[in-house]
Nanobody
């Protein structure tokens, strides 16, 4: 199983970023997949998750209305669109399926 995140970077408050998690090695369409984040000195937390066929989507209250999770089963890829970013969104962002994690992509929100 491979999970590879990309799209992180430095952005000013109020800005946007789009994260991508490309996957391989499992039947992508059959699994829940989630985006998590971990800020320095804090525990890893769930940002958003999406079920097979996108029938169930959960988004953390802290990002609701600003972040959108989606999936493309034809590309075995999930996305996280992030808008109105705040300094407190600064973290390493990971995608996860089952027991497998990607290596993460760093998002830094700073003036």
């Amino acid at each position: 199983v491979q999970l590879v995140e990309c799209g992180g970077g430095l952005v000013q408050p109020g800005g946007s970023l789009n994260l991508t998690c490309a996957t391989a090695g499992f039947r992508f369409s059959a699994y829940y997949i989630g985006w998590f984040r971990q800020a320095l000195g804090k525990e890893r937390e769930l940002v958003a998750s999406i079920s097979p066929e996108s029938t169930n989507i959960d988004v953390a209250d802290s990002v609701k209305g600003r972040f959108t999770i989606s999936r493309d089963d034809t590309k075995n890829t999930i996305y996280l669109q992030m808008h109105s970013l705040k300094p407190e969104d600064t973290a390493e962002y990971y995608c996860r399926v089952g027991e497998y994690w990607g290596l993460g992509t760093l998002v830094t929100v700073s003036p």
